[in-house]
């Protein structure tokens, strides 16, 4: 393994340890989707479960650190320079349908800037992860954006429903932590969306920018409805023109 900071070694284990849950409870996901009652409820429990688990390790390790998270909400404690954001299920629908894609995000911000984030999907056990100056890396190996300049090369993915359709080839994955983390590895060439939450894009910010890509700015003072405009520095300028207004 690259080196890696404290810090990102607690995110690691705190993942790990909330992945095993998930893994658990995404099988039987499968189970209840037969039963009448559905597993909404299951879920939203295994949301929090995970959620609980996470914070927990990261309290045992930085209890000083304040915690923004998608359950819990703000935490503010005696460190409020340092802040971990937390999606416990980024992709909560796709679990709920036994979909196998979806991730623990866990990033940290540190005087308002984000240095450290970590994207982990259980199901395929695939660990995405940056650092400020560190460069970006999947599973140990260091990761770059897309080098493709045609536009009909490529392939976009987005989230929600948009005004328009585009005339380039897109995907709704239905995560957008993996979205970005995708477009990180150069597996996607970009990524739009609107009205995200702060949780859902913490950790995407920093390993798509360590990974070499272009990104808007974004006010990491807000929760909620933020928009997301991501892609590598070649395909930037033909996906703006053609996104113009989504």
Request: hydrophobic share 40%; proline share 2%.
């Amino acid at each position: 393994m690259n080196s890696i900071s404290a810090n990102l070694n607690i995110m690691i284990k705190a993942s790990e340890k909330a992945s095993r849950l998930l893994i658990r409870d995404f099988g039987e996901v499968e189970n209840l989707q037969v039963s009448k009652k559905g597993p909404t409820d299951f879920v939203t429990n295994a949301d929090f479960k995970a959620e609980k688990i996470i914070i927990e390790e990261l309290k045992k390790a930085r209890p000083n650190y304040s915690i923004i998270s998608e359950e819990n909400g703000t935490e503010k404690n005696k460190d409020n320079k340092n802040v971990w954001i937390i999606d416990p299920i980024d992709g909560t629908l796709n679990f709920l349908h036994g979909i196998p894609h979806f991730a623990i995000s866990i990033a940290l911000k540190s005087n308002n800037e984000i240095v450290s984030g970590l994207i982990f999907d259980p199901i395929k056990d695939e660990m995405f992860y940056a650092e400020k100056n560190k460069g970006a890396f999947f599973n140990n190996h260091r990761i770059r954006v897309s080098k493709k300049n045609n536009i009909n090369d490529c392939l976009f993915v987005t989230g929600r429903k948009s005004k328009k359709e585009f005339d380039f080839q897109y995907r709704r994955s239905g995560s957008a932590a993996l979205d970005m983390a995708y477009v990180a590895a150069g597996r996607y060439d970009g990524f739009f969306q609107h009205e995200l939450k702060i949780w859902d894009i913490a950790a995407g910010i920093i390993i798509i920018k360590e990974a070499g890509g272009i990104i808007n700015d974004i006010d990491l003072t807000l929760t909620k409805d933020i928009d997301v405009i991501t892609s590598s520095p070649d395909i930037h300028q033909k996906m703006m023109e053609k996104i113009d207004n989504f």
